[in-house]
């Protein structure tokens, strides 16, 4: 019986015992930057909307003969990598999420149902502007 209420006596202070930090209320949880964007400053305003950070594009391709989809690949040139990509099964899409101020390639190819690519666009140049509607036509060849 007094090894029972040992034990009982070691597993009540065990599951009592709480770390110092849990004591000192709410943290803040720690903010950190990611690889490809080391440069960014993180915002502290809680007002700042989508739109004051980042331009949605839209892109047109014209039309392949046998093409299964249109792929594009987005590549960040102001800090120096690929960073998007994605595939159309129409002649028009949407890009998403290029921040302001950064300067992007953008290229588009035709891929047919074997995965052959029917015909390739030539790279264009675009900077992520506040407040603009752009569209750009990929002409595929």
Sequence with gaps: MKKFLTSLATLALLTSAVPAFAHEGQ??????ATAHDSSSKVSSSEDEK??????????????????????WVRYNVTDGYEDASGT???????IYSLRIGK???????????????????APTEIRGEKGWDTVINFWLK
């Excluded at 950070?53 to 093409?67: E, H, S, T």
């Excluded at 159309?88 to 949407?94: F, G, I, L, Q």
């Excluded at 300067?103 to 666009?121: K, Q, W």
């Design 27 to 32: 943290q803040s949880p720690a903010t950190t």
């Design 50 to 71: 989508y739109e004051d950070v980042y331009q949605d594009i839209g892109v047109k391709f014209n039309y392949i003969p046998g093409v299964d989809r249109y792929k």
């Design 88 to 94: 159309s099964y129409t002649t028009s899409s949407k």
């Design 103 to 121: 300067l992007y390639r953008i290229h588009a190819y035709a891929v047919d149902e074997n995965n052959r690519i029917l015909a390739v666009s």
